[in-house]
């Protein structure tokens, strides 16, 4: 519930940058830069549901974690490539952090169920 509760305070607040000055206007930087704050939200979300969890578990599982995280910090990086072809536009700027937050959501509503 904690976790929806904080997606959904995310996702307003990504509302509103861009809905606000030069993002609302189109401006690709100034939304780009929404959604770049709005993975960092995630992200930090993320580590602080990581640590609490790492913190709640015994010792022993604290390990299986570690490898689990590593091994979805290199499944999200695949999941959510740069694309750097040309031709693709200013668009990526959007859409890369965008995927990043997709995959950190996630993974956060996972962290809070793993025992």
Same mark, same amino acid.
């Given at each position: 519930?904690?976790?929806? !509760?904080?997606?959904?305070?995310? %996702?307003?607040?990504?509302?509103?940058?861009? =809905? +606000?000055? +030069?993002?609302?206007?189109?401006?690709? $930087?100034?939304?780009?830069?929404?959604?770049?704050?709005?993975?960092? @939200? !995630?992200?930090?979300?993320? =580590?602080?549901?990581? =640590?609490?969890?790492?913190? @709640?578990?015994?010792?022993?599982?604290?390990?299986?974690?570690?490898?689990?995280?590593?091994?979805?910090?290199?499944?999200?990086?695949?999941?959510? $490539?740069?694309?750097?072809?040309?031709?693709?536009?200013?668009? +990526? %700027?959007? =859409?890369?952090?965008?995927?990043?937050?997709?995959?950190?959501? @996630?993974?956060?509503?996972?962290?809070?169920?793993?025992?």
């Amino acid at each position: 519930m904690l976790a929806l !509760a904080l997606v959904l305070a995310a %996702t307003t607040q990504l509302d509103r940058c861009l =809905n +606000e000055g +030069e993002a609302a206007r189109g401006v690709t $930087p100034a939304m780009s830069a929404c959604y770049v704050a709005d993975y960092q @939200r !995630a992200d930090a979300q993320l =580590n602080a549901t990581y =640590n609490a969890v790492m913190k @709640r578990i015994p010792v022993a599982r604290r390990a299986v974690l570690r490898a689990s995280q590593r091994a979805w910090i290199r499944k999200r990086d695949a999941a959510c $490539p740069i694309d750097d072809h040309p031709g693709v536009g200013t668009i +990526e %700027t959007l =859409n890369h952090p965008a995927c990043l937050t997709k995959q950190t959501t @996630r993974r956060t509503s996972w962290l809070t169920r793993f025992r």
